[in-house]
């Protein structure tokens, strides 16, 4: 059964950090693009970021809304993804979610996490 | 970006009867070279993340009852629930992948019981 576990949500001020991870299973996570998408309270879904497989060299991407702010990375022999998010702003406070890309032909999301709240308010 | 436009914002349907939701893109999802439309559809309930339903515009994704289907090519799509259930009462959204990785969604369309 694949799993999507997220962690690290929580209340931060603005202009701070904060990690999430993604804890994977079920599936050959090396194999896959994951991502993030999130949503604000009450609004739609918004996509943040991907990160590719070693496959193709890990290669990260972005969102404009988050370029330069945040930064994806993975590590394979944890099976885990994170979100490191820096100079927050109260406008990135959203539920985080963890997904997994169906395969690197196609962008759509058959798995996606529960979820990690992110709170940026003083 | 490719814009999705999702109509309409919300509707009430009675129990049995027939939902449609319209899904328009700014531009066009069919990739010649295979012919298939990058957007997919997902159901997202109160308190839970969206769960795949539809694929390549009109895959349905394993586990999905038949009562949901997806149709349309180009920049209009269709999203249909035959026999509205009461476990549908939900969000629904679009998403383009022909952008990917800047992939976009729909504003979603809430689904109600009349």
């Known amino acids: 059964e694949v799993q999507l576990v997220e962690s690290g949500g929580g209340l931060v001020q603005p202009g701070g950090s904060l990690r999430l991870s993604c804890a994977a299973s079920?599936?050959?996570?090396?194999?896959?693009?994951m991502d993030w998408v999130r949503q604000a309270p009450g609004k739609g879904l918004e996509w943040i970021g991907r990160a590719k497989n070693k496959a193709n060299s890990y290669t990260t991407d972005y969102a404009a809304s988050v370029q330069g702010r945040f930064t994806i990375s993975r590590d394979d022999s944890k099976n885990s993804l994170y979100l490191q998010m820096n100079s927050l702003k109260t406008e990135d406070t959203a539920m985080y979610y963890c997904?997994?890309?169906?395969?690197?032909?196609?962008?759509?999301?058959?798995?996606w996490g529960q979820g990690t709240l992110v709170t940026v308010s003083s | 970006d490719i814009v999705m436009t999702q109509s309409p914002d919300s509707l009430a349907v009675s129990l049995g009867e027939r939902a449609t939701i319209n899904c328009n893109s700014s531009q066009s999802l069919l990739y010649r070279s295979n012919n298939k439309n990058y957007l997919a559809w997902y159901q997202q309930k109160p308190g839970q993340p969206p769960k795949l339903l539809i694929y390549w515009a009109s895959a349905r994704e394993s586990g999905v009852p038949d009562r949901f289907s997806g149709s349309g090519s180009g920049t209009d799509f269709t999203l249909t629930i035959s026999s509205l259930q009461a476990e549908d009462v939900a969000v629904y959204y679009c998403?383009?992948?022909?952008?990917?990785?800047?992939?976009?969604f729909g504003g979603g369309t809430k689904v109600a019981i009349k």
């Open positions: 079920g599936f050959t996570f090396s194999d896959h693009y």
């Open positions: 998403q383009q992948f022909l952008g990917s990785p800047r992939t976009t």
């Open positions: 997904v997994k890309e169906y395969d690197f032909w196609s962008g759509y999301y058959d798995y």
